[in-house]
């Protein structure tokens, strides 16, 4: 008997700096030029718009996008991004947003100079604003003119702010008065205290610095003389303050015990950590059920004092705590779900699994090149269907755009329906809407005697990541 061949589709981690997109100075929209395994549901998604706004800027992509075309995306105005063009620097660039190249890198994660090119979108830190052109340029020496010389810093260097520092304290550890820091630091005027985390400009010292400036070299820093600078530096904690908000209690029986699985692996990971020498204070917080406020939990004063949050499960969650780490400068890292896209927008964000936007549009276009001509059978589940309903959307998208036509049964269909939606000379690929076993156990025994009834038949089934833990059923 034949078997019946089976596709696993597997998810490839996608990285964010392998797409290449580019911007126009029209600040309504962004030009996004689309690229391999990219769709408009994961370009609307990478974006933070709806579908129907791309397609309202772009007539005719509802049907169908190409690789190469040039889309425009609404620019909402909640972010100012910029396109790098031919001749530009990381140093241009701090001039012309009037910005530092600290402030850009920690925008764009990962920016380094290996992949600061041409046609590449950069998000601009909120703060910098291009600066207005007063007048036209009329010749090539005003051009040349206009083009602003290096700017000398008035910075000796960076402070990042500690706990429990002031402004007596910073003073004191690098010879300066408090009058000279809060005049380099004019924000510093009216704070009682410091926020943890804050960069601070400590100048020279009043007395030595002219000859300090001399010493500074007359020209404009490269690119990776600018990135090598603001390089993330790995900081040696004394101690990791690390929180854990996850459901341990008041929720579902297998989720509880899924969630103390995790548990006591992390604890396996914490002791490995401090046989290196690391010390970790570690403190766990019962998150509750989905619909259960986080606020009191955030509230906790230790809560802002955290290093690092580990969480949440519940996608009702994400939006809440990983708001709450952005404002307290925070790492968050997500260890379940894959189906946000808030890592996107917020660069204090590890998201353990790839966004499904992403995954969505690569398993589409490997589905699509593999079976170019072949004849689709959407298989209706009843169980589980709500958990793939928007990937089955997408796909009959994808595959609607691409003009290939499909075809739908009900899971309790017998083998005669199932002949009779049966292409001869094509490949015929049944795909459930369901990854559930239960939709398995009702759809496989039916496959499995049509494969024997139409031995002629080049049949197959679409399968998905979790089917590979049904083995034992099947």
């Not at 925008?107 to 041409?118: E, H, K, T, V, Y």
């Amino acid at each position: 008997m034949r078997k019946i061949k089976r596709i696993l589709c597997c998810l490839l981690l996608l990285s964010a700096y392998g797409l290449t997109t580019s911007a126009q100075e029209n600040q309504s929209y962004i030009l996004h030029t689309i690229e391999k395994g990219q769709s408009l549901y994961s370009i609307a998604s990478m974006y933070g718009v709806s579908q129907a706004d791309i397609i309202r800027l772009n007539p005719g992509s509802d049907d169908k996008i190409y690789i190469g075309r040039t889309l425009r995306i609404p620019n909402t105005g909640g972010a100012t991004f910029h396109t790098i063009a031919a001749g530009e620097t990381l140093y241009r660039l701090t001039v012309q947003y009037n910005t530092t190249a600290e402030a850009i890198c920690n925008a764009n994660p990962g920016l380094s100079a290996d992949n600061f090119r041409i046609g590449q979108v950069i998000l601009i830190p909120s703060g910098g604003k291009k600066e207005e052109k007063k007048e036209e340029i009329s010749s090539t020496d005003e051009l040349q003119t206009s083009i602003p010389g290096p700017v000398e810093s008035q910075c000796r260097e960076m402070h990042k702010v500690k706990r429990r520092e002031t402004v007596f304290s910073i003073s004191r550890k690098y010879n300066i008065t408090e009058e000279e820091l809060i005049a380099a630091n004019p924000e510093l005027k009216n704070k009682d205290k410091l926020k943890r985390g804050t960069m601070l400009c400590i100048p020279y010292p009043t007395a030595d610095q002219k000859q300090e400036k001399a010493k500074q070299p007359n020209r404009i820093p490269t690119d990776n003389e600018l990135f090598q600078a603001n390089e993330k530096k790995a900081e040696r904690f004394k101690t990791i303050k690390a929180a854990i908000v996850l459901p341990f209690y008041n929720v579902a029986k297998n989720e509880s015990a899924r969630m103390i699985e995790y548990y006591e692996g992390f604890l396996m990971a914490v002791d490995s950590l401090k046989r290196t020498g690391t010390s970790i204070d570690l403190y766990v917080y019962n998150s509750g059920g989905e619909n259960v406020s986080l606020n009191p939990l955030l509230a906790q004063p230790e809560m802002k004092q955290m290093d690092i949050i580990f969480g949440p499960l519940y996608q009702q969650h994400i939006k809440p705590l990983a708001d709450f780490a952005q404002k307290n400068e925070i790492r968050l890292v997500i260890p379940f779900t894959s189906k946000d896209n808030t890592v996107f927008r917020n660069p204090s964000i590890y998201q353990i699994n790839t966004p499904q936007s992403y995954l969505y549009s690569e398993v589409y276009d490997h589905f699509t090149r593999q079976f170019p001509q072949a004849n689709i059978i959407f298989i209706e589940a009843t169980d589980g269907a709500k958990e793939k309903a928007e990937f089955i959307k997408g796909l009959k998208e994808e595959l609607r755009s691409k003009g290939i036509t499909t075809k739908s049964i009900g899971e309790d269909a017998t083998t005669t329906s199932m002949g009779a939606v049966l292409a001869a000379g094509r490949e015929n690929v049944f795909i459930p809407t369901s990854g559930s076993n239960l939709t398995l156990i009702k759809i496989l025994p039916q496959l499995t005697l049509l494969v024997r009834e139409h031995p002629e038949a080049n049949i197959h089934l679409f399968g998905y990541p979790e089917w590979q833990t049904y083995t034992k059923d099947h």
